[in-house]
C-alpha cells in the first residue's frame, strides 16, 4: 500500500470503531471546580493546598459517591463556561441556585443558604437605599448574583467589579469603595474578624428576593448531566442524615449555615 | 450573536476607554523615552548608569506586577493613604496610565539607545570633523537615524502597548477586554464575547499597522534590499 | 518567611519558566520561517506572513488565550464526538499557555529577524552573491551572523516580554508563580509583600537573562567598534 491508500484504510478504520461513546461523565473520575479566593468557603493555604467548607463539602460528597475527585482551580467569572467546556464536571464555589443560572447549568439540591448585605464603613453613617448611595462607589465580584442584584438597583451609583472579593476587601479597606454587596457569612469571616476589618459592618436589609439572590447554594453540573446530579443529590441528604455535615458546619460556623439567607 | 449586538455599546464604551489609555501612555512614555535614551547612551557612567537601572527594573519584571504594586500595593500603607499623592494614587486610571507610561518608556529608551549604538561609528567621526556641536549631531544625524532603525522594533512596542491595555480590565477599569469578560460572566457566551473583542483589537491594530507600514515606507528607503 | 508561601512561590516559578521556554522554542522556529517568508519573492508566502503576523499581533495575548482555552476545548470535544471515539481529551492549561504563547511570539520574531535582516547591508549580499557563493551559503556564512547581531537587542526584548507575559498564563488556571501570589496576598492582606517577592523573582530571571544575552552580544560584534555619544 502507498501512503496515501494507508491513510485512507486508517481513517476507515477510525470511522468504523467510531462506538456511542456516552457523553455523561464516566462514573468514578470527577474533576471539580472551585474557586480558591473565598474564605471562609474556598482559599488557599500557605502550603498552597486548597482549605475552606466548599472544599470540605465537595470531598466528603465525593467520599459519599464513592468517587475518585480532582479539584480544578478557576476564578468565578469563568465558572459556568469552563464547566460547558468540560473543564470539569462539576461546581462547588458557593454557586446561588437562580432562575438566570438554570438557563446555563443545572443544579443539585441546596447545601447551604446565607444573607446578603451591603458592608460600609460605620463612621460614613450611609443610608443603604438607591438614593442614599446615590453617586457612591459599590465594589461587586464579577458575575455574582451581587453584581447582578448592585447593577439593576443602584442604578445612581457607580458598580466598580472585580475578579476577586479578596480584592474588594483591600479596596474597601483602602478607601477606594464605599459600599461592597457580599455574602454575610463570607465577608464576616473573611474581612470583619481580621484586623482590616475594623471599623467597617453591615448596613442595610439583608437581601433575599429570590429572583437576584436565587433559593440557596447548590452543585452545578451540565444540563446534560441528570444521572451525576442525582447523585449529587442523594450524597447531599446522606452526609446531612449521617451527621457529617454538622461536623464540616461546626468547623467553620457556630451557627446553622443549612437554611437561613445567599452568593 | 444578537447578545453581542445589543451590548455594542458596552464593547464601544470599552473601546474608547482601551484608546485613551493607550495614546496617554505612548505619548508620555515615548517622549520621556528620548532624552533618557541620549543620557543612556552616554560614556559617562553617573549618567548612563541610573538609566540603566530603571530600564533594567522595569524591563525586568511585568507589567501586571507593575499594576497591582502601584493600585493595591502602595494602598496598603497608611503613610501612603494619609499623604497628598492619594488623590491621584487612589484612582484606577491615574494607576492604569502611569504603570503603563512607565512600562513604555523603558522600553522604548532601550530600543533608541540600542539603536544609537548601532550607528556606524564612521558617521559620527564625520559629524564631529564637520564641526557639529552635540546637538546638532544629534539633530540631524543620530537621532533621525536613530528612529528610524527602530522603526520596526517600535512598531512592535506600539501594538505590544495596545494589548497592554487590557490588563486595566485587572484593576476595574471597562476596558475593551473588561468589557467582553463582562459579557463572557454574564450571558456565559466566550465565544462571540471574545472574538467580538478581539475583531475589534484586529481592527484598530490594523490602523497602527498600516500607518506604521507607510511610515516605513517612508523612511526605510535608505535601508531596503534591492535583490 | 513570607508568612510560609515560599515554597508555593518557588513551585509557581518553575512552572513559570517552564512555560516561557517552551514558548520561546516554538516562537523562534515560526519566527525564522516568517521573516524569511516576508522577505521572499513569492507573494502568496509574503502574504500568508502577512497575514500571520497581522492577525496575531492584533489580538491581545489574554483574549487569545480564553480563546484557545475554552473554544480550543469545545473544539476538541466537537471533533472527538463526531470523528473520533467521543469522550473527551482535556486541553491542560499548560499546553494551553504554552502553545498560545508560542505561537504569538512566533508573529513578534518574525518582524524582529525581518528587521534584522534589513538592517544588514544590501550590499554585503550581492557581494556575497558576486563572489561566487549560492543564496543558503550567503546566508549562513554572511548575511545570518550580521543579521543575528542586529536581531539581538530586539530579540532580548522580545524574550524579556515573553517570559513576563507567562504572568497571563494564571488566568486559565495555571497555578503559575503570578497566581499563586495573587491567592497569598488576598489571603494575608499584604499585597505589597508578595507581588514585591514575584517581581523579585522576575527580576532575577531577567538579569540572569540579560547576562546570556550580552555575552552573545560581544562575541557576535567583534571587530565591530561601537559608538560613543
Known amino acids: 500500500m502507498n501512503a496515501r491508500q494507508r491513510l485512507i484504510a486508517l481513517a476507515a478504520l477510525l470511522t468504523a470503531t467510531h462506538s456511542a461513546f456516552a457523553q455523561t461523565t464516566p462514573s468514578n ?60 464536571d462539576a461546581i462547588i464555589a458557593s454557586l446561588s441556585i437562580t432562575e438566570e443560572r438554570k438557563k446555563a447549568v443545572a443544579f443539585s439540591d441546596k447545601y447551604y443558604k446565607t444573607p446578603n448585605r451591603m458592608l460600609v464603613r460605620t463612621a460614613a453613617s450611609l443610608v443603604v437605599s438607591p438614593a442614599g448611595l446615590k453617586g457612591r462607589k459599590i465594589g461587586v465580584q464579577r458575575a455574582t448574583i451581587n453584581d447582578r442584584f448592585a447593577t439593576d438597583t443602584f442604578k445612581e451609583s457607580e458598580i466598580v ?103 | 450573536m444578537q447578545t453581542i449586538l445589543d451590548n455594542l455599546p458596552l464593547l464601544a464604551q470599552g473601546t474608547w476607554t482601551t484608546l485613551r489609555l493607550l495614546v496617554a501612555a505612548l505619548l508620555i512614555g515615548g517622549l520621556a ?26 524591563r525586568g519584571t511585568p507589567m501586571l506586577v507593575q499594576l497591582f504594586l502601584l493600585y493595591y500595593g502602595l494602598a496598603q500603607f497608611e503613610v501612603i493613604r494619609a499623604s497628598v499623592l492619594w488623590p491621584w494614587l487612589s484612582s484606577a486610571w491615574f494607576c492604569a496610565i502611569a504603570a503603563f507610561a512607565i512600562n513604555t518608556c523603558a522600553y522604548t529608551t532601550e530600543m533608541l539607545h540600542g539603536a544609537i549604538r548601532a550607528l556606524p561609528a564612521g558617521e559620527i567621526e564625520a559629524a564631529k570633523v564637520l564641526g557639529m556641536s ?53 450571558f456565559y457566551l466566550p465565544f462571540e464575547s471574545f472574538i467580538g473583542a478581539a475583531l475589534i483589537y484586529l481592527a484598530l491594530t490594523l490602523v497602527l499597522v498600516n500607518l506604521l507600514r507607510a511610515a516605513e515606507r517612508r523612511w526605510l528607503q535608505p535601508l531596503a534590499a534591492r535583490s | 518567611m513570607l508568612h510560609g508561601y515560599a515554597g508555593s512561590l ?49 489580538v491581545p495575548d489574554l483574549v487569545l488565550m480564553l480563546l484557545v482555552f475554552y473554544g480550543g476545548q469545545m473544539l476538541v470535544n466537537e471533533v472527538l464526538g463526531r470523528w473520533g471515539p467521543g469522550g473527551y481529551v482535556d486541553i491542560d492549561p499548560f499546553v494551553a499557555g504554552v502553545s498560545t504563547i508560542g505561537f504569538i511570539f512566533g508573529a513578534y520574531l518574525t518582524e524582529t529577524f525581518r528587521g534584522a535582516f534589513l538592517a544588514v ?33 530586539p530579540l532580548a526584548n522580545n524574550w524579556l516580554v515573553l517570559i513576563k507575559s507567562t504572568a497571563i498564563v494564571s ?13 497569598a496576598a488576598g489571603a494575608t492582606r499584604q499585597p505589597f509583600l508578595f507581588y514585591a517577592s514575584v517581581a523579585g523573582i522576575y527580576l532575577l530571571f531577567t538579569s540572569l537573562s540579560e547576562l546570556a544575552f550580552a555575552r552573545l552580544q560581544r562575541h557576535l560584534a567583534t571587530g565591530v567598534r561601537k559608538v560613543g555619544l
Request: with cysteine; charged share 20%; aromatic share 8%.
Open chain 3, 121 to 153: 547591508p544590501p550590499g554585503q549580499h550581492e557581494a556575497a552573491l558576486a563572489c561566487g557563493m549560492s543564496g543558503w551559503q550567503a546566508f549562513r556564512r554572511i548575511i545570518g551572523p550580521q543579521m543575528l547581531r542586529h536581531a539581538l537587542a
Open chain 2, 134 to 186: 552635540r546637538r546638532v549631531m544629534l539633530r540631524r544625524i543620530v537621532l533621525p537615524a536613530a528612529f528610524r532603525r527602530t522603526l520596526p522594533a517600535y512598531g512592535n512596542e506600539v501594538v505590544m502597548m495596545l494589548h497592554g491595555t487590557s490588563l486595566a480590565s485587572v484593576v476595574t477599569l471597562t476596558d475593551l477586554t473588561g468589557a467582553a469578560r463582562e459579557l463572557n460572566a454574564r
Open chain 3, 171 to 183: 488566568v486559565i488556571g495555571l497555578t503559575d508563580l503570578m497566581h499563586r501570589a495573587g491567592l
Open chain 1, 29 to 88: 473520575r470527577l474533576r471539580i471546580g472551585v474557586e480558591g479566593a473565598y474564605p471562609p468557603f474556598s482559599e488557599v493555604g500557605p502550603d498552597g493546598q486548597l482549605k475552606g467548607f466548599d472544599i470540605d463539602i465537595a470531598r466528603a460528597l465525593c467520599a459519599q459517591m464513592k468517587a475518585e475527585c480532582t479539584l480544578v482551580q478557576q476564578d468565578f467569572d469563568g465558572m459556568i463556561p469552563a464547566l460547558n467546556a468540560r473543564k470539569f
Open chain 1, 161 to 263: 467589579r472585580y475578579a476577586k472579593q479578596d480584592e474588594i476587601y483591600l479596596d474597601l479597606a483602602a478607601g477606594r469603595l464605599d459600599a461592597t454587596l457580599v455574602d454575610a457569612v463570607a465577608a464576616d469571616t473573611g474581612f470583619l474578624k481580621t484586623p482590616q476589618g475594623k471599623g467597617f459592618g453591615f448596613a442595610g436589609p439583608a437581601y433575599v428576593d429570590p429572583a437576584y439572590f436565587g433559593s440557596g447554594v447548590g452543585v452545578a453540573v451540565r444540563k446534560t448531566d441528570a444521572a451525576l446530579q442525582q447523585r449529587f443529590n442523594e450524597a447531599i441528604a446522606a452526609i446531612r442524615a449521617n451527621g457529617v455535615y454538622t461536623q464540616l458546619q461546626s468547623k467553620y460556623f457556630d451557627f446553622d449555615i443549612y437554611g437561613g439567607a445567599a452568593r
Open chain 3, 10 to 58: 518557588l513551585q509557581g516559578a518553575g512552572i513559570t519558566l517552564a512555560v516561557a521556554l517552551g514558548s520561546l522554542a516554538i516562537a523562534m522556529a515560526l519566527g525564522l520561517a516568517g521573516a524569511l517568508a516576508k522577505l521572499s519573492r513569492s507573494p502568496l508566502l509574503r502574504a500568508l506572513a502577512t497575514a500571520y503576523t497581522t492577525v496575531v499581533r492584533a
Open chain 2, 33 to 58: 523615552a528620548v532624552p533618557l535614551a541620549v543620557l543612556r547612551a552616554s560614556d559617562v557612567a553617573a549618567v548612563s548608569r541610573p538609566v540603566w537601572l530603571f530600564t533594567y527594573v522595569v
